[in-house]
């Protein structure tokens, strides 16, 4: 609405969020957010930086701005785990997945924010090979492994989660798909 202030001032932490559990929950109070996903935040409405934290694929990244010693505003990235080396994508941004199956390469297009399982299965990759797959998978909850993939390249995702690294510790460039919104293009190859 006109007149109302613009941004994100961080009054409080609830003791149940990433923020309160991170090392950094001392120094966040009393920050104003800078960015998410590397987009600016600073003159837009509290709802709409809400909207773009909760539309953010996980990791979600977000800056700060700091005061300095001398009264001018720095910036001081946060964000909830490690942040990938490579440049992120804009949620909803359309990117190719490249599907290596069978020694066969597919292209779909898929886009950032939407659950890679789904999106191979909408582009009729078969995800669930042989009848145990097909009949004992859990349908997307990230119990069975039946969905786990190959990463052979990736751009701007972030790395596996602890739960994947335990799930798939034999597979190192393996993830589990019905765990994982798309971040942007990538090749993968189906186990």
């Not at 785990?81 to 292209?107: K, R, W, Y």
Request: charged fraction near 25%.
């Amino acid at each position: 609405e006109e007149g109302q202030p613009l941004g994100v001032k961080v009054e409080e932490l609830s003791d149940s969020g990433s923020a309160y559990a991170s090392e950094y929950k001392e120094q966040l109070v009393g920050l104003k957010v800078a960015s998410v996903m590397g987009e600016d935040v600073t003159c837009i409405s509290f709802d709409d930086v809400m909207d773009k934290i909760i539309d953010a694929p996980s990791p979600v990244q977000i800056a700060f701005e700091l005061k300095g010693n001398d009264g001018d505003e720095a910036e001081s990235e946060g964000d909830e785990s490690a942040a990938p080396a490579e440049p992120q994508f804009a949620v909803g941004e359309t990117v190719t997945i490249t599907v290596i199956q069978d020694g066969a390469e597919t292209q779909i297009e898929g886009r950032v924010g939407e659950n890679l399982r789904q999106t191979l299965l909408d582009n009729n990759i078969e995800v669930y090979r042989g009848l145990k797959k097909k009949l004992g998978n859990c349908g997307g909850a990230g119990q069975c492994t039946f969905c786990a993939v190959d990463f052979v390249e990736s751009v701007g995702w972030a790395e596996r989660s602890e739960y994947e690294d335990g799930r798939l510790s034999k597979a190192v460039n393996a993830r589990l798909a019905c765990l994982n919104n798309i971040q942007g293009p990538a090749t993968i190859r189906m186990q």
